[in-house]
């Protein structure tokens, strides 16, 4: 590992720069100028991490009393179970993680040095201590170093400090890898590299964090742990009820490993990673990268989203809103002859020219020439340019703009004048705007700051993106808080907040010093009923964030720069937009490819549609399997030889349900979800209603193929014929009342057409027909164990089914009534 860098030791880098000796041999000593990066998650990880499931871990104990039981045969068709899972989780994860890899791999950052008295372009990566870095107007810095030159440059630190106002850098000063160069140019001398920077250490720092469960983790071992108690208790109970009634010990395993084989929903690890799978293209559909599978499902957990403003909430681009004028020409002349087209609120004066001209405002710069420029910095807030040429009839005038009440001090003007203007400025800083003041005066030295005459004042502001109010107003309905949390001014921050629906009459907002001054526990009381936190730092995100999974809150937090890291990974889904930093996008969750904030309003509807859909096929799966789990326990203690073998169990579970347990979960958005509160972590996958429709399932299915089984096996004599009803009512049942699952709310004549879920009448469909082959193919019934039914007897079969689905749909009724104000 690389020595970390000691400036100390480091000799005065002649103005020629290092030599390319010197250069190799300090890149042996410190290294390459890489950020620390999270390893890529390699291959074997992704495929080992699909199998760390609890409904994994259920199914392998069922393949392995399978193998102790020398039924080979099941043990291998289980055992494809688990491998098609795994096969689908890692397919899906490791696009995702190849899309993100890839989207990254596009930029190739360089930047210009002084080596051996030459200027060269090298790959940020190259640098080393002690070499000297050209900074220029847009480039980013590429490594900690000292300002050796400076000629007005600042840098845009928000990356860093979360500070939207650019810091001006004078020789001396520290530049910071990462941060932007916004005015001027300058020198540095490169004192840290890598690891070593102030960006490298929060990079470092990242990767100590340890993942906790997601929601939908949590969710499924505890519904694992209580399928596990419930099959191993009817396992044991089939089992010693069995040796009390003096039944062979080696028949009632048997009879329990059937039992156990039919409790366990094979099907249902399959279904479950399709949804996820599903969910991640549609959000990608969307413009939203998910890079881990289980957190597609946590989105639609969440309840509280932390957002910033600029550039999420609002487009991240200046224009000009509002405008008073004395004198358009000379203003015009300010907007474009004081104008470096560096930063939003110069492309803004420039974008407002253009409106206002009908042409190019380049065509006015062509006919003038700047003689002299003092450019703007965050301390002077003022620009001023010496200028002349044939536009100005070959006359010379000096252009101000800058913040009025700067360049009104410099103005020759009335005092009841200069009352009205900044009158106005007030007037338009309670709007939200950011205010220019215009002047001009004739041609005179930079240095006297007086004589200008006030030609205007544009206020300026950054408009809400397309879509937010209304997805605010969605975020609402759904129970779900949103917050603004931003290092912009209070003012500008409520202004926007209110404007977009996420702060009411009444609210109020609170500062960084403010949150700084408050302790854990105040700031707990506060943080829920807080919708703009404004001038907030890096740390204070992170204090927020956590105060906010104090309180219960499932977190989204959405962020772009280096400062946000900490608090990305702290949120239950870190969110970033697709232009924010390497190391914002290694901790996150999701990227919103389009920087916009419905976006994650829609990533949080598919995942309450993912959730609604695992709650629809785990109850579904269950209902099937407790019913043949119930017919096998009364059949045992009615003395009745097993209705059901392990072959027809696991044809029913994968052939026949198999593919219809997927389909159901492509049952696409019902009404009403995002009028719903979020889901408790507490709250388990099976709802009331679901527990509800199992039992009545359970119960009616059971009884139903008993009495079939009874009159085929008492009355005749024939166990063979009876168990070939009753696989062929299992099979058929549930290809029927699956179709009452659609919809947990409502009755089948109000859900979603069934052309919305084509597949699912398809895989319906298909299980039919692979109930009945087996009937007609005799290598088939062999196999099985089943005899061909005759006609009355599939009618009855259907009578069944058709029974079961109006049972289905009245508990359903009846569920919903008794639990309608849960």
Known sequence: ?????????????????????????????????????????????????????????????????????????????????????????????????????????????????????????????????????????????????????????????????????PVTKDVGQSAFMGTTVVAGRGLIQVDKTGPATELGGIATSLQEHVEEDTPLQK???????????????????????????????????????????AAVPEGLLIAVTVILVLGMRKILKRNGLVKRLLAVETLGSVTTICTDKTGTLTEGRMRVSMADILDADRALQVMVLCNDLEGPVDIALWEHARLLMGADPQAMVDRSQRLEE??????????????????????????????????????????????????????????????????????????????????????????????????????????????????????????????????????????????????????????????????????????????????????????????????????????????????AKETADLILLDNNFRTIVAAVEEGRIIFQNIRKVVAYTLSNSFAEVLAIFVAMILGWPAPLLVAQILWIHLICDGPSDIVLGFEPMEKGIMDEKPKSLHEPILSHLGLSLIGVISVSSATAVLLLFHHMYAVHGNPVEGRSIVFASFAINSMVYIFAYRSMRQPIWRMNPLRANMALVWAVAAGVAMAILPFLMPGLRSLLGIVPLSLAEWLAVGGVALGLLVIVEIGKWISNRAHAND
């Open 374 to 583: 003092e450019l703007f910095t965050s301390e002077t807030k003022y620009m001023i340019t010496a200028v002349t040429g044939t536009l100005l009839g070959g006359q010379g005038y000096n252009f101000l703009k800058g913040a009025p009440e700067i360049v009104l001090g410099m103005c020759e003007i009335k005092p009841e004048e200069k009352a009205r203007h900044l009158g106005l400025v007030d007037e338009w800083a309670g709007l939200g705007l950011r205010m220019i003041g215009l002047a001009v005066r004739p041609l005179g030295r930079l240095e006297d700051y007086r004589g200008y005459s006030w030609v205007g004042l544009l206020g300026l502001e950054d408009p809400v993106r397309e879509g937010v109010v209304e997805s605010v107003e969605v975020a609402h309905r759904a129970g779900i808080q949103v917050k603004m949390i931003t290092g912009d001014y209070p003012k500008t921050a409520e202004h926007v907040a209110r404007r977009i629906g996420l702060m009411q009459e009444g609210e109020g907002s609170l500062e960084g010093r403010e949150v700084a001054d408050l302790g854990d526990t105040e700031l707990q009381a506060l943080v829920r009923t807080t919708p703009v936190f404004a001038r907030i730092r890096p740390h204070d995100k992170l204090r927020i964030i956590r105060a906010l999974q104090a309180e219960g809150e499932i977190t989204a937090m959405i962020g772009d720069g280096v400062n946000d890291a900490p608090a990305l990974q702290r949120a239950n889904i870190g969110v970033v937009v697709g232009s924010a930093t390497d190391v």
């Open 219 to 261: 969710r499924l071992k505890a519904f694992s742990r209580t399928l596990t108690l419930i099959v191993l208790g009817f396992t044991l109970a089939i089992l010693a009820t069995g040796l009390i009634l003096g039944e062979d010990f080696l028949q009632m395993l048997r009879t329990s490993i059937i039992l156990a084989i």
């Open 1 to 165: 590992m690389p020595a970390p860098t000691d400036t100390a030791s480091l000799t005065h880098t002649p103005d020629g720069g290092l030599s390319q000796t010197e250069v190799l041999a300090r890149r042996k000593a410190y290294g390459e100028n890489r950020l620390p990066a999270e390893k890529a998650t390699s291959p074997l990880t992704i495929l080992l991490a699909q199998v760390k499931s609890p409904l994994v871990y259920i199914i392998l104990v069922a393949a392995l009393v399978s193998l102790v039981a020398r039924e080979y045969g099941d043990f291998a068709i289980i055992m494809a179970v688990v491998v098609i899972d795994v096969v689908l989780g890692f397919a899906q994860e490791y696009q995702a993680q190849k899309t993100y890899t890839a989207l990254k791999g596009l930029l190739k950052p360089t930047t210009t040095v002084l080596r051996d008295g030459e200027r060269r372009e090298v790959e940020a990566w190259e640098l080393v201590p002690g070499d000297l870095a050209l900074l220029s107007m847009g480039e980013k810095v590429p490594a900690d170093g000292r300002v050796r030159e400076s000629v007005k440059l600042g840098l845009d630190e928000a990356i860093l400090t979360g500070e939207a106002e």
